[in-house]
C-alpha cells in the first residue's frame, strides 16, 4: 500500500524531485548532440520498482547522476505529498470506473492466492491508507528496501567500465535523504500460496453506456499455483501459457496473432456467448500463479465456470506435438520481438540480475524452450492440478458456483462442475 503513493512521488514528470524537471530538462538538453531531450520513465512490478531514462550514451554521466539524484533525494514536501494523495485517490476512483476490469482482477486474484501475505497484499493503496501516507512512513519505507543490496544498475549501449565509474561516482557513500540509519523493519517473507475465493458483487450494466454501450458482464478468474522464474519447470509453463492464449472474441485474426491456441479453438470459436478468455502467467522469484480469465453474461457465469475447470483438467491430458511446435515458435518469437527494444532489454538484464545475480541470453532461453517435450507439460500441469484453486470474481454473482464445487471440479476427471438440484425454481 505505501508502494503506490511512493512511486507517484518519485516519477520523473512530477516537479518535486531534489532536480526539478526543468533543471532535469536543461542538463538532458546539454548533455545530447542534437538538443533533444532524453526519455525518463518509471515502471512499477508487482515486486520490483525500475526507474529508467533513455538518452544518448554521451550523456551518461549525466543520467546517471539524474537516476541517483532520483532515487535517493526525493523532497517529499507537505503540498507534493497532498497533491499525490489526490491523485492517488483519484486513481482508485478511476480503477472503479473503468470498461477494462483486468487490473482489478490481477489484484483480486493474488488477493486469494496469496491470502493476507506477500504478493497476496494490496498493490493498489486503500481509500482509508490514503491519508496516513506521510513523510515518515514514505521515509521508513525508502530506508528499508531501498538499500545497496536491493539494487541493480543496468545499461544498453554503453561501455560497462564508465558504467560502473559513474556508479561509483554517484551511488557510492552517497547519503540519502533519508539518513544512514540502518534497515530494521524488513518484509523477507516468502510467498505463501493459501488459495481461496474473493468475491466483487457489482452492476456492471452500466460501465459503458453511449451508441455502442459494452454489455453487461461478469468477470471469473480461476488460478493455480505454478511454480518461480528460479525454479527449472518455468519454462514449460510458459510454454503452456502460451499454447493457451486466448484472447477477445471480436480480436482480429490473422498469423501470429493465436487464433490456434487452445482458449480460442475450444472456448471463444464453440461459445458464441464467451466475450473473453484469456490465459495468464505470473511468475515471482519465490512462486507463480497460472490463471484464466473469462467474462460472459450473468445468466451464463455457471457454463463459464464449468468451461473454465475443463479447460485446466485438458491441460494434463494429450499433448499434440503441432500445437506444441506452434506455442514454442510463438514463444521464441515473443521473446526476440521485445528483445529489439532497448528499454525491455535494459529491465530484463535489471530483473534477471536482481533475482539471479546473472542474465541468461537469448539463445540460452530459446534452447531451454526447444527443448519442452510434451511429457513436461503434462507433468507441470498435473503438478499444477493437485493444488487449491485461487478464484476471483466481479460483477452479478447470483450464479456463481460455490468454491467447494470449483475445487471438486478441478479435481475430478473431466472438469465438471456438482450437479445441482432444485426443488423450487
Known amino acids: 500500500m505505501k508502494q503506490n503513493i511512493l512511486v507517484e512521488l518519485l516519477t520523473f514528470w512530477k516537479s518535486w524531485h531534489f532536480r526539478l524537471l526543468l533543471d532535469s530538462t536543461a542538463r538532458m538538453t546539454s548533455c545530447l548532440p542534437w538538443k533533444s531531450t532524453g526519455v525518463f520513465a518509471i515502471a512499477r512490478r508487482q515486486d520490483t520498482t525500475m526507474y529508467a531514462v533513455s538518452a544518448d550514451s554521451k550523456g551518461l554521466d549525466t543520467v546517471v547522476g539524474l537516476l541517483a539524484d532520483v532515487v535517493l533525494h526525493p523532497r517529499l514536501t507537505d503540498e507534493e505529498i497532498e497533491m499525490t494523495r489526490m491523485a492517488v485517490q483519484f486513481e ?23 491470502r493476507e501475505n506477500t504478493v497476496g497484499l494490496h498493490r493498489f493503496c486503500p481509500t482509508e491508507n490514503i491519508a496516513k501516507m506521510g513523510r515518515e512512513v514514505l521515509h521508513s519505507y525508502l530506508r528499508n ?114 487464433m490456434f491456441s487452445r482458449l480460442y479453438l475450444n472456448v471463444l470459436n464453440r461459445h458464441h456467448w ?27 457465469v455457471r457454463e463459464m465456470v464449468e468451461i473454465i475447470t475443463k479447460e485446466f483438467i485438458l491441460m494434463s491430458g494429450t499433448v499434440d506435438v503441432v500445437e506444441l ?5 510463438q514463444l521464441m518469437s515473443m521473446l526476440m520481438m521485445n528483445l529489439e527494444s532497448r528499454p525491455i532489454i535494459f529491465e530484463d538484464v535489471g530483473r534477471q540480475v536482481l533475482a539471479t545475480h546473472s542474465r541468461k541470453l537469448p539463445h540460452e532461453l530459446c534452447t531451454l524452450i526447444r ?19 485461487a478464484v476471483a470474481a466481479l460483477g452479478d ?18 472438469g465438471r462442475l456438482p450437479r445441482t438440484y432444485r426443488l423450487f425454481r
Open 92 to 114: 482508485l476512483e478511476d480503477l472503479n470506473m473503468r470498461p477494462d476490469p483486468e487490473p482489478l482482477l490481477t489484484e483480486m486474484i493474488h488477493e486469494a492466492a496469496y
Open 145 to 258: 528496501y531501498y538499500t545497496p543490496d536491493r539494487m541493480v544498475l543496468a545499461g544498453v549501449g554503453v561501455e560497462h567500465e564508465h558504467l560502473v565509474e559513474c556508479a561509483r561516482k554517484y551511488l557510492l557513500g552517497v547519503q540519502p535523504a533519508w539518513g544512514g540509519t540502518p534497515a530494521t523493519d524488513v518484509d523477507r517473507s516468502v510467498a505463501q500460496y493459501t488459495g481461496g475465493i474473493v468475491k466483487l458483487e457489482r452492476d456492471m450494466s452500466n460501465v459503458s453506456l453511449g451508441p455502442t454501450p459494452i454489455p453487461e458482464l461478469t468477470h471469473i478468474m480461476v488460478g493455480l499455483e505454478s511454480c518461480s522464474f528460479l525454479e527449472g519447470d518455468f519454462i514449460p509453463f510458459a510454454v503452456l501459457n502460451m499454447m493457451m492464449g486466448g484472447g477477445g472474441s471480436f480480436s482480429a485474426g490473422g498469423p501470429g496473432k493465436g
Open 274 to 300: 464467451m466475450y473473453n478468455a484469456t490465459s495468464y502467467h505470473h511468475s515471482y522469484e519465490d512462486t507463480g500463479l497460472l490463471c484464466i480469465h473469462a467474462s460472459a453474461d450473468p445468466r451464463q
Open 325 to 329: 511446435e506452434r506455442a514454442k515458435t
Open 371 to 389: 527443448s519442452v517435450k510434451p511429457e513436461d507439460i503434462k507433468r507441470v500441469a498435473s503438478k499444477m492440478l493437485r493444488g487449491k484453486p
Open 397 to 414: 454473482l447470483t450464479d456463481l458456483p460455490a468454491y467447494e464445487h470449483i475445487q471438486a471440479a478441478l479435481s475430478s476427471k473431466d
